[in-house]
């Protein structure tokens, strides 16, 4: 098991920026996997960016070029730097890690573009 601690969330202007934050409670050295997903209302969860093991990154084409995912083994920690939000980009947004065969999730953090 696996917990996740999100944080970095809020409310922001369009254009504007946050940092997301995903804190894992124990060493990412196992995890294949480590990534975001996020759910607007009325809307299916969807890939945001995944970074591997091996430090490859995937992201979604409405993100890509406006956010970056990065992972810190020291700090158990992985982070999602968005830059440039759009009104469409508000949704709720979950930390994810996949070990193995498992997939583990956090408690989701809202994020809130305003026009």
């Known amino acids: 098991q696996v917990q996740l601690v999100e944080s970095g969330g809020g409310l922001v202007q369009a254009g504007g920026s946050l940092r997301l934050s995903c804190a894992a409670s124990r060493s990412m050295f196992s995890m294949n996997a480590m990534g975001w997903h996020r759910q607007a209302p009325g809307k299916q969860r969807e890939l945001v960016a995944v970074i591997t093991s091996g430090g490859s990154t995937n992201y979604a084409a409405s993100v890509k070029g406006r956010f970056t995912i990065t992972r810190d083994n020291a700090k158990n920690t992985v982070y999602l730097q968005m830059n440039s939000l759009k009104p469409e980009d508000t949704a709720v947004y979950y930390c994810?890690?996949?070990?193995?065969?498992?997939?583990?999730w956090g408690q989701g953090t809202q994020v809130t573009v305003s026009s």
């Open positions: 994810y890690v996949r070990e193995g065969v498992e997939n583990y």
